[in-house]
């Protein structure tokens, strides 16, 4: 998706939810948008800059959240990472560097998910679970930590 089409889709979730779509709000959607993979409050906060403060960025954040438009992604060590919810960017899965918290945004070929799918309910269906959505987080080290 187009980040202008990224921007209408946001625009009208928000309009759902009587949320205002503010610069601050547009300027987390954009950095995440053009990111490689999901980022922290502090990471976003050095790509955007002195635009958006940073309590700012936080009531964005908890906003967009609620509206469905990010996912939080909780890690090692207490760190949060957000990016764009699926329905803006398509289904995928992580590769998270152990050494400098890297995460990196991976889509699989459609055979390889549909076994990833199948594994999913099948370890659902031993504990009686109905699966909704998955997230697989393959933890190692990057190029650069290798």
């Known amino acids: 998706m187009t980040t202008s089409s990224v921007d209408r889709e946001v625009q009208k979730r928000l309009g759902e939810h009587a949320i205002r779509y503010t610069t601050g709000r547009r300027a987390v959607v954009a950095a995440l948008a053009g990111s490689d993979g999901p980022k922290s409050a502090s990471e976003l906060h050095g790509e955007i800059g002195s635009r958006v403060p940073l309590s700012s960025l936080y009531r964005s954040l908890t906003i967009l959240e609620e509206a469905g438009v990010v996912i939080p992604h909780y890690g090692a060590k207490g760190l949060t990472r957000y990016e764009l ?39 659902s269906a031993i504990a009686s679970f109905t699966p909704i959505n998955h997230d697989l987080e393959v933890e190692g080290r990057c190029a650069r930590c290798a």
């Open 85 to 123: 919810a699926e329905w803006l960017t398509g289904h995928h899965h992580h590769l998270v560097c152990l050494d400098c918290g890297a995460v990196e945004d991976v889509e699989i070929p459609g055979a390889q998910e549909t076994q990833v799918r199948d594994l999913v309910d099948s370890i």
